[in-house]
């Protein structure tokens, strides 16, 4: 069994992808956020280390096959200020507290997720000096942007860079990225327009300032029930999601920007449920476990992750890569 050390891994998204090859399973996690920590504790036989990954020293860390890690994305995202490395909060640097400890522990192959605009940002030199890192260590790089509708067949558009990184040139050589897949699931399947949900997520006459409730109603009078659509209010005016999946789900989903994703359902105009954007990154309903915590927490969790059955894939493909070299894990050494 190949053995992963997963950093800023939030609810767990990537640990669950690895975990479903039947190959492979987390023994160490790091997560600052203790919110994310607990989900991620009501779902995986162990508890991540919830101390600041500044504060991790390498030699606590067990020697693992695999290091995976989602380093924040804030800095390099469109919706943010794209501070990049000069993030005031300091999470752009983050990355680099992650090469140490790869670089440290030296694992046989290392795969990270990001938004999509951290390849063009600082017209690509932000990438650069990550790949060259990466390099500089003796790892050999491959990456590419891949949308969870194409990839994972999840309806929902959401673009992500990812990069697998192998100590063997030999091992990259042979790892290949998924292919594309059709898209044969629908909003459908993660949403469920006809059940009732509790009041607070409905959006009703008189409950937000403005008009947005008749321009909402408004907007979705004609809204096809076999072929439901996604809204978003965009501050003036209702957005129609032309592409007929969820629009890139993001952290602040349960609040009342921009970003909400609206629907019309058998029950009235409501905001997806924490548990429907759980699903749309590919979280089953059934086996994953969401904690009693405030929807506010929940919606921020599911908008951090990733969708899982994209992770699924690479990783297949990593372990795929490592059978071809004859790779033995650790554990099995």
Excluded at 121 to 133: L, Q, Y
Excluded at 176 to 190: C, F, G, M, N, R
Aim: proline share 5%; hydrophobic share 35%; with cysteine.
């Amino acid at each position: 069994m190949l053995t992963i050390a997963s950093f800023f891994a939030g609810v767990g998204g990537i640990d669950l992808g690895f975990a479903q090859t039947g190959r492979c399973r987390t023994v160490y996690a790091n997560e600052f956020d203790p919110y994310p920590a607990a989900t991620f504790a009501e779902n995986f036989p162990i508890k991540a280390d919830v101390r600041d990954i500044n504060d991790v020293k390498s030699e606590e860390v067990p020697a693992t096959d695999i290091i995976v890690g989602g380093f924040p994305c804030q800095a390099f995202s469109i919706a943010g200020l794209r501070q990049g490395f000069k993030d005031e909060k300091g999470r752009g640097e983050l990355f680099f507290q992650l090469a140490r400890i790869v670089r440290d522990k030296r694992p046989e192959a290392a795969l990270f997720e990001n938004v999509k605009n951290l390849v063009p940002h600082d017209n690509g030199n932000t990438f650069k000096v990550i790949c060259d890192e990466l390099k500089s260590m003796g790892y050999h790089v491959k990456y590419k942007v891949l949308n969870a509708m194409q990839y994972g067949n999840i309806a929902q558009n959401r673009e992500r860079i990812y990069i697998v990184a192998f100590r063997s040139e030999e091992a990259c050589r042979q790892f290949s990225w998924p292919d594309e897949v059709p898209l044969t699931q629908t909003v459908k399947d993660i949403i469920d327009f006809s059940a009732p949900v509790p009041e607070r997520y409905y959006y009703t006459e008189g409950k937000y300032a403005g008009d947005i409730y008749e321009q909402l109603s408004l907007a979705m009078a004609d809204d096809d029930s076999e072929n439901p659509a996604i809204y978003q209010w965009r501050r003036r005016y209702v957005r129609k999601n032309q592409s007929g999946v969820v629009p890139t789900l993001t952290a602040n989903q349960g609040g009342g920007g921009h970003n909400v994703c609206l629907i019309k359902t058998a029950g009235g105009i409501r905001k997806m449920t924490p548990r429907e954007c759980f699903s749309a990154q590919g979280f089953d309903k059934h086996l994953f476990k969401l904690p009693a915590q405030s929807d506010t927490r929940l919606y921020k969790e599911a908008g951090n992750s990733v969708c899982v059955p994209v992770i699924h894939r690479i990783a297949e493909k990593m372990v795929a890569a490592l059978d071809s070299i004859g790779y033995t894990a650790l554990e099995d050494r």
